[in-house]
């Protein structure tokens, strides 16, 4: 809202393009917070939010500035273009703004490489979280068993490729966990042996998961060690599981009547995949920096500490 000469408000509304804020006729200025700030998630990336939006007005400000906005917080694409840059090392102390903004209501957490301090601030507020992403983190087992008390509420979790989280934070999770329906736990391609053996094979994992996550109806695990003793137990012990993703899980051979049980499931991805289903090749989770320019780019729109306030 602006004020015009003769001290009338003069009424606007907003639309971003190119991560640019444009003022056009209107009357935002009579919204509530609530109503703006459900604008706002839906047309403004998260790290515009806080840099553009925020500077707008001082109703607009203090709207960002609430936990209308961040409900769901959404900051795997920003943290990615942190670690390209070189700036990770922002990446938990970000969460933990935009974590205190949302007044522990967030129900949504999705990063990217967070560290130990930022999971930790988070779950101990994240009783409400019922989503939580955070492939190739660095939190550790201890961290998980610490912590994961405040995270009774937790339906979907993506530990995808954190390697510092073994059986021991997933036995964590599964017995804190009990809503859980969706576990992600798919492992990077290079941690497999180049020459397969019986000794190579480790179903401890998926053994823990068919012991405390009983619940589950989805479940990601391609490029891990399991075997078919794993796939047998997945199978009798989560009676709800209805999508089993499995590729590149070589040492599975699916004897017996496995293969006929799997294909009972709505949804099953064999460890043998097809040409055409390559996930990693071209994958959109991975930044390919298609449309920067150049570094200077990237950083450009990676926000410093200083930009949340």
């Known amino acids: 809202m602006e004020s015009t000469d003769d001290g009338e408000s003069k009424r606007v509304c907003v639309k971003v393009e190119n991560n640019a804020v444009c003022m056009a006729g209107g009357r935002w ?65 970000i969460v933990r703004k935009i974590v205190c903004r949302s007044r522990s209501t967030f129900r949504k957490l999705s990063t990217f490489r967070l560290g130990s301090v930022g999971f930790s601030f988070a779950a101990n507020r994240g009783r409400c979280l019922k989503i939580l992403q955070i492939p190739m983190s660095e939190v550790t ?45 798919n492992m990077p391609l290079w941690e497999l042996p180049t020459n397969l053996e019986a000794s190579d094979v480790d179903n401890q994992e998926v053994l823990i998961i068919a012991e405390t996550m009983r619940g589950l109806q989805r479940l990601e695990f ?47 991805q064999n460890p043998w995949m097809n040409e055409h289903e390559d996930s990693f090749a071209g994958s959109s989770d991975i930044d390919s920096g298609e449309g920067e320019s150049d570094e200077e780019s990237i950083y450009s729109e990676s926000p410093s500490s200083s930009d949340i306030d």
Request: charged share 25%.
């Open 222 to 268: 391609a490029f891990n060690r399991l075997s078919d003793t794993g796939v047998d137990a997945i199978l009798t012990h989560c009676k709800a599981l209805t999508h089993l993703e499995i590729q590149g899980c070589w040492h599975v051979e699916l004897k017996g009547d496995l293969e006929e049980r799997c294909g009972k499931l709505v949804d099953f």
């Open 29 to 93: 200025d009579e919204l509530n917070p609530e109503i703006l700030a459900s604008i706002f998630v839906r047309i403004v990336p998260p790290e515009v939010m806080v840099r553009t939006v925020a500077l707008v007005c001082r109703n607009w400000m203090e709207t960002v500035s609430g936990p209308y906005c961040w409900v769901e917080i959404d900051l795997e694409g920003w943290c990615r273009k942190c670690c390209v840059a070189n700036r990770s090392h922002l990446i938990d102390p």
């Open 141 to 185: 087992d201890e961290v998980v068993e610490k912590h994961v008390g405040f995270l009774v509420n937790l339906t979907f979790l993506d530990i995808s490729y954190c390697l510092k989280i073994t059986e021991k934070g997933l036995k964590a999770f599964g017995k804190q966990c009990k809503s859980l329906t969706h576990l992600r736990r």
